[in-house]
């Protein structure tokens, strides 16, 4: 038998066989998440002149289950940027108390009475430009370290100059800015709506605020009616230099299912 | 062979008394020097007082004024930052620091103890945050750091800390969300709270070098404590016409000023900062006092000293008159 301290309190090997050790991995990617489970669908968002529109329903699927109709996916950030949550709900709720200790470690050297008037934020906060950046490092990190964090985030808010500011970024840390983003079905569904509003940043900036929310809440509606995990109930936010305005609780209006009747072809039905 | 056990003086083990301490000189006298029992931390001198924490006192009683004062809407947090060169940039260097988002700390004493307070208290605060989800109340991040204090006076290889700190706080009086929650939860249902009961508010804590802390209306802690007490004890703060957040911010500048001794302190610089709740001008954060305010509250304060002085000086002059 033996008899060595490595082996005490094992089972003996000549009597249960060697210990298979092939499971416990010690090469080879780590398994860390590789599909979301409750997830967000889109987020809509598109630049007018004086800031930024976002805009996403209220819903957290569990596949193709309606499971949480009560899911606020727009984050404030500091009272002056938005962040807008597509994708893994539970890597969304990480990021934002993650989010919430950064913003508690700016109010420890940052005062924001002492904000110059003119709208740009005092120096040494963190903008939505730099809040971008920082997200699109965190989120490129977690993809080399094999663990992405299953989101694809929208940053709206204002950059350093106090010009409107938006920008995506994915869970590989891919990150662009446009005038207007979408993120999941939204890119294919709102997008062709939205860049119809503004396809440059020179139209998004003759843009008003009425003609933005406008847009949006159409893109909502057309997302509601095509894309089979959404909600009618969303939130919208705007923000301008004046800061968030953030509405949580919207319903979509004036729908009309009437088209509902003529559609053949899905399911069950044979005519 | 063995010599004998002479009966000699001193062979029971215990704490070395000098003669003085003998003669009761140390009761009458109050003092420390040569008992040998101001020389280290935990141990105790015969009539039950720890000297090293009665020295930090002293350290704390020549740092800058700082006072809190707790009203019906908010805390208001003043300290005079004595400018010690005039090499230092004017409103730089803050002396009143963020801990949370709803917790202001500010200190008399010595600046860098105050400073290892202020960093162990924003662990404390986010300590909390990361268990239960919530913000940290007043009360209870008082009690942390009280109990930190107090294990400073424990040890032979520590020493107390040689600060007084004013804890300020308004704890949310509305349903707050939990970190990173998402929904609101159910639509109906108490949630676990009474609605006739008032939950939140603004607190005001003291702590001292001995650990010792108590919630206070008004508290004051450093060189012109004495003359900033008599002050604070004057407003009615408890009472049912308690004062708003605004008449404190500029009761506790004037405090400042009257606590100020022109004639022995130099210069000084007066910060403040200020919480109220969420219907308030800080909405639920410990924030600077903004620079139009304060600087309004300097100015009535700077006023009422001079009405005072010219009182005085009234009154002598009449005094010479009846003469």
Request: net charge negative.
């Amino acid at each position: 038998m033996d008899h060595r301290p490595q082996a005490w309190g094992r089972p003996r090997d000549d009597v249960y066989g060697a210990y298979d050790a092939s499971y416990l991995q010690t090469s080879g990617p780590k398994n860390a998440t590789q599909s979301p489970v409750v997830t967000g669908t889109s987020v809509i968002a598109l630049k007018f002149k004086d800031g930024v529109v976002m805009a996403a329903d209220n819903l957290a699927s569990y596949g193709s289950l309606a499971r949480f109709t009560d899911v606020k996916r727009l984050r404030v950030f500091l009272d002056s940027s938005v962040i807008g949550f597509g994708g893994d709900v539970s890597d969304m709720q990480y990021l934002d108390r993650h989010l919430n200790e950064l913003a508690i470690d700016e109010a420890y050297d940052n005062d924001p009475s002492a904000a110059p008037s003119d709208g740009t934020s005092p120096p040494g906060t963190l903008n939505a430009a730099n809040l971008h950046k920082y997200l699109q490092k965190l989120m490129y990190k977690r993809r080399n370290d094999f663990d992405p964090l299953w989101n694809q985030l929208l940053v709206a808010g204002l950059d350093a100059d106090a010009k409107p500011y938006l920008a995506s970024i994915d869970l590989r840390g891919t990150a662009f800015t446009s005038p207007t983003l979408a993120t999941g079905f939204g890119s294919a569904l709102a997008q062709p709506i939205m860049r119809r509003y503004a396809s440059t940043e020179e139209q998004a900036a003759s843009r008003t605020r009425e003609e933005a929310i406008e847009v949006a809440k159409e893109c909502m509606k057309v997302l509601y009616y095509r894309d089979a995990r959404s909600l009618d109930r969303y939130s919208i936010a705007v923000v301008t230099k004046e800061g968030v305005e953030l509405k949580q609780d919207e319903l979509l209006e004036r729908q009309s299912w009437a088209f509902a009747e003529r559609i053949r072809g899905y399911g069950t039905q044979t005519v | 062979m063995f010599p004998e056990l002479s009966p000699g003086p001193q062979l029971l083990p215990g704490p070395r008394r000098s003669p003085k301490a003998d003669t009761g000189a140390l009761a009458t006298h109050q003092t420390s020097i040569g008992t040998g029992y101001d020389l280290a931390n935990s141990i105790f001198s015969p009539d039950g007082r720890n000297f090293q924490v009665e020295y930090a006192v002293k350290a704390v009683e020549n740092g800058g004024t700082s006072i809190g004062i707790r009203c019906k809407d908010g805390v208001v947090l003043a300290v005079e930052k004595v400018i010690t060169s005039k090499l230092l940039k004017q409103s730089a260097n803050k002396r009143i620091a963020t801990v949370d988002r709803h917790l202001g700390v500010v200190y008399s004493g010595m600046v860098p103890d105050g400073r290892h307070f202020v960093d162990r208290s924003r662990d404390e605060a986010r300590a909390w945050r990361d268990t239960f989800k919530t913000p940290i109340p007043t009360a209870d991040l008082a009690s942390r750091m009280g109990g930190y204090m107090q294990a400073y006076t424990l040890y032979q290889s520590v020493r107390p800390f040689g600060i007084t700190a004013i804890v300020g706080g308004f704890d949310s009086e509305l349903e707050a969300p939990v970190d990173g929650e998402v929904g609101n939860g159910p639509s109906v249902g108490a949630g676990g709270k009474n609605p006739d009961k008032k939950y939140g508010g603004p607190f005001l804590y003291m702590i001292e070098p001995s650990g010792l802390y108590w919630g206070y209306y008004g508290a004051a802690t450093g060189k012109g404590r004495q003359a900033a007490k008599a002050e604070l004890e004057k407003l009615d703060l408890a009472g049912t016409g308690a004062l708003t957040l605004e008449e404190a911010v500029k009761e506790a500048a004037r405090i400042i000023y009257v606590a100020h001794d022109d004639s022995k302190d130099k210069e000084f610089e007066l910060e403040m900062s200020w919480i109220s709740g969420a219907g308030g001008p800080t909405k639920g954060k410990h924030q600077e006092v903004p620079k139009a305010l304060r600087e309004e509250a300097e100015r009535l304060a700077k006023k009422s000293l001079q009405d005072d002085d010219d009182e005085d000086e009234e009154k002598k002059e009449d005094d010479k008159m009846e003469e």
